[in-house]
């Protein structure tokens, strides 16, 4: 997988028509005491009236890092402002050109069109979805329950037509799931941490800005782990956020799937613009089940 160009600075006030049809979704997250341990259902449906970008509050500008809902003309557009705590949710969305279009068109990253993020402001929730879109463009994410407070929703995808076609986006919007917030303060940073029964140890020393190695390993009962399964063509899929403002980072895997068992070691390029705390997400594969590891990282 091509590391994703993070999103800049959004375009001015512009009018976004699209009608969004619901679709189903699957989530291929699962992490306890990360708000969103139950599976979400299947598929609902609605239909929602055309949605209007460029409104106050709507994260039009950004340093970089995914905070954007638009650039170079593309714009991430929805109507959903809010969504209900603690029920499963679907969150629908759409994809503009800078023809004010809807784009239908995508290429497959790691087997799949488009790849969906939600991250809670604290970094307690996260959810990673691999949404369906309908014939006309509209995309649906089926959503497990959410914790109240404010929430980002990342769309990464890379257009198959027009004049993006080829270059990685990383667009996202905010939303509310009312009702009062119980923030949790991030855990220290850590080389270690521990996800169903696995220990999954980092190893990196990173600097802002600078490419460097990062390596995972993952063990069992203090065995190496060797029978990691494939997923999303790797044996772990690694994203980052940062504290503060949860910007976007996705840490490129380098190990190379070589059959049906991978482990113990993987290996990643990172590259963090900015230093300060982030907190990683890794997920892998045993056994059918989908297991995500979380820890805070320092970059300096």
């Not at 291929?28 to 341990?37: A, I, Q, W």
């Not at 990464?156 to 990685?168: A, C, R």
């Not at 009312?178 to 980092?202: F, I, M, N, R």
């Not at 990172?270 to 059918?288: D, I, K, V």
Request: hydrophobic content about 35%; aromatic content about 8%.
């Amino acid at each position: 997988m091509r590391r994703p160009a993070l999103a800049t600075a959004g375009a001015a006030t512009a009018l976004a028509a699209l009608a969004l049809a619901a679709c189903g979704s699957s989530n291929d997250s699962s992490m306890p005491g990360m708000d969103h341990g139950a599976k979400p259902s299947g598929s609902s449906s609605a239909s929602v009236t055309p949605s209007v970008s460029g409104m106050p509050g709507m994260d039009h500008m950004a340093d970089g890092s995914g905070l954007a809902d638009a650039k170079d003309g593309y714009r991430l557009t929805s109507r959903d402002t809010t969504l209900p705590a603690g029920k499963q949710a679907a969150y629908r969305f759409g994809v503009t050109g800078p023809d004010g279009k809807p784009v239908t068109d995508f290429e497959v990253d790691q087997t799949k069109r488009m790849h969906f993020y939600a991250i809670r402001s604290d970094l307690t929730g996260f959810q990673h979805i691999h949404p369906t879109m309908a014939a006309d463009g509209a995309w649906t994410a089926d959503l497990a329950p959410l914790a109240r407070g404010s929430w980002r929703m990342f769309a990464s995808f890379t257009p198959n037509t027009g004049t993006g076609k080829g270059k990685d986006f990383v667009l996202s919007r905010t939303l509310t799931v009312p009702g009062t917030q119980t923030k949790t303060p991030l855990p220290a940073a850590a080389g270690s941490t521990e996800a169903d029964g696995y220990t999954v140890t980092v190893k990196a020393e990173l600097m802002a800005g600078v490419a460097q190695p990062l390596t995972v390993t993952i063990t069992k009962g203090g065995k190496p782990v060797t029978d990691l399964q494939p997923y999303l063509d790797t044996y772990a899929h690694l994203t980052a956020f940062r504290e503060g403002d949860t910007a976007f980072a996705h840490l490129h895997p380098e190990t190379k799937v070589n059959g049906a068992h991978g482990g113990p070691e993987l290996s990643f390029h990172a590259e963090l613009p900015t230093s300060g705390n982030w907190r990683l997400f890794l997920q892998f594969r045993t056994g059918g089940k989908l297991h995500t590891a979380a820890l805070t990282l320092r970059v300096g």
